[in-house]
């Protein structure tokens, strides 16, 4: 494994094909998460095609069929438009909602003791930390008892303004900040603690392939209604958040901007 290491990087290497027997299929996502991280674009054999995103980009290399499992995420002139429109539509959204951030400021001072916005340590593209903003729909000092964990549903530690805010995602509108700073996304998977991701990546060496993108506030998962509350809903996430890496688009990102307008008029949100 060292010796791959040092080859990668000493010749300048951009693709690896993996060939495992079918007794080394265990050991498949321990390899991809150590070489995934190399800026390699990493293709294998599709039996494993479940096993690792559901959905992946195909390639053909005499006559094989290959999986690419770490393809360029975008091009250059894709990365700079989807930077650019995030800037623009955070900005518009923020102005536009002005007066109902107002309002929904005046709620939440009057609903229960504490400050307005929440501010939390999450990691971003490349595992990079930064505050991320909400509005505020827990108690003050909710965790101190029980410690960083997943949000549930009927969750006590909610405020009743909160269970409003939640429920029609208004909670998230902040992060437009977070978007137009560039620390993330319109659309992407959502950031999570570093406790959390730091337990994940135990539980799931290919997790962390999931930080080669910034976060979003919406995202793939989100609009199929993927809610984690233990370890299997979130390999159902992280399936939906591997489609989207894998085929990321600025046509994508327009489909799920639209979907999660819809999630919201109908206010099935959670």
Known sequence: MNQIDSYIQNYNIHEMIIALDDHEHNNLLNIIGRFGMLNVCIKIIPDMYEAI????????????TLMDINPDIMTEFQSIMKRVIDMILSFIILTLLFPLI?????IISLNSPGGIFYKQVRLGKNSVR???YKFRTMYVNSEDTTGPIWAEKNDPRITSAGKVLRKFHLDEIPQLYNVF?????????????????????????YYIHRMKVKPGITGWAQIRGTYDANLQDVYVKLKNDFYYIENISLFLDFKIILLTVWTIIKAKGH
């Open 53 to 64: 995103s559901g959905q992946v980009r195909i390639d053909i290399l005499n006559g094989i």
């Open 130 to 132: 930064f505050n991320l």
């Open 102 to 106: 107002l309002i929904l400021m005046i």
């Open 181 to 205: 700073m560039g620390k993330m996304s319109i659309v992407g998977p959502r950031p999570e603690r570093p406790h959390i991701i730091n337990n994940l990546i135990e539980e799931i060496p």
